[in-house]
């Protein structure tokens, strides 16, 4: 579902995501801090694929219109733990 999430750079590590669903859209903002990205760029992956793939993740788990208007990822790496850093890892080696 990746290439169907829209991405949009907005600085200072911030993301405007938006999710297709039927003609519509759903828009969440997501940031990361700086040591979240450190954390997350394992993979050497840049930091708008790993806002994309943290997004596909979470629209593989929970319906796109009950996210949250902002979604930080230091919440995302909390609320799912390893899983979450598992899955990334995987996804951002991988593709």
Do not use: C, N, W
Request: charged share 25%; glycine share 8%.
């Amino acid at each position: 579902m990746t290439g169907d999430i829209g991405i949009e750079a907005l600085g200072d590590h911030e993301y405007l995501v938006s999710f297709p669903t039927g003609g519509e859209a759903v828009f969440s903002r997501f940031q990361a801090s700086e040591a979240t990205l450190a954390q997350l760029s394992q993979a050497r992956a840049d930091e708008k694929r790993i806002v994309a793939e943290t997004a596909a993740y979470l629209s593989e788990r929970q319906q796109t219109a009950d996210l949250p208007p902002m979604i930080d990822l230091d919440d995302v790496a909390a609320a799912y733990g390893d899983d979450y850093l598992e899955e990334l890892g995987r996804r951002l080696s991988t593709r």
